[in-house]
């Protein structure tokens, strides 16, 4: 079965320090990853997505994740964390064709001065 | 472009009442997902569609909640009778370039007295 775990549940950095958030997948066959971004009150917004090829990926608003096969990981990076990325990041895993996305638990990202 | 559209955005209503959900998807999207959104469970698939007919149901919790699609522009998810536990974000969400990567609304939150 297909499942998504992000062990952190919530992390605190400060402003201009780099942030990493793990996601770790379990899928039986080539997976598609993606990072989705939340805001209070608001949907989920489509932050990067690997389907094949370079397994590093870029997204929005500066961020940036790498497929690692070998460890079953897709773990979301940004080098210098701005104020206004306070929010909830999910990673999912999904498959060719218009199939659900299994989510993760999320991770809340806290910013502080 | 209009994104998916989800109505009503909040919803309070006392329990034993029915409560219905509303859903438009992006125009051209053929495949329709609802989640709902808790603390203690995150992100869950409810139930999807493809060009209107329901794939898998079965994360529908219980015959209380039906979901239709009558056509490919408006869909429905319906709780009766509604109960303090179906407290939550119900997020409908819609895709249609086979990669798995879904647009989301802005979510319902429904709050059951």
């Known amino acids: 079965a297909q499942s998504v775990t992000q062990p952190d549940i919530h992390i605190t950095v400060s402003e201009g320090a780099s942030l990493e958030l793990r996601c770790n997948y379990s899928y039986g066959a080539t997976p598609y990853l993606f990072w989705y971004v939340q805001s209070p009150g608001q949907g989920l917004q489509l932050l990067l997505k690997y389907f094949s090829g370079d397994t590093l990926v870029q997204g929005i608003k500066g961020f940036e994740a790498e497929f690692k096969r070998s460890q079953s990981s897709f773990n979301l990076r940004k080098p210098s964390v701005h104020w206004s990325d306070a929010a909830e990041y999910f990673c999912?895993?999904?498959?060719?064709?218009?199939?659900?996305?299994?989510f993760g638990k999320g991770t809340r990202l806290s910013v502080i001065a | 472009d209009a994104g998916v559209i989800q109505s009503p955005r909040h919803e309070v209503t006392e329990m034993g009442q029915e409560v219905t959900l509303r859903c438009k998807p992006i125009s051209g999207h053929n495949s329709l997902f609802w989640y709902r959104q808790t603390m203690m469970r995150g992100l869950e698939l409810l139930i999807y569609?493809?060009?209107?007919?329901?794939?898998?149901d079965s994360g529908m919790p219980e015959d209380r909640f039906s979901a239709k699609m009558p056509n490919a522009s408006f869909s429905t998810l319906k709780i009766q009778p509604s109960e303090p536990r179906d407290s939550a974000v119900y997020f409908c969400a819609s895709s249609s370039r086979g990669n798995g990567e879904l647009f989301f609304g802005e979510g319902s939150r429904l709050t059951v007295l």
């Open positions: 999912a895993v999904g498959a060719l064709g218009n199939t659900p996305l299994v």
């Open positions: 569609f493809n060009n209107n007919v329901p794939i898998d």
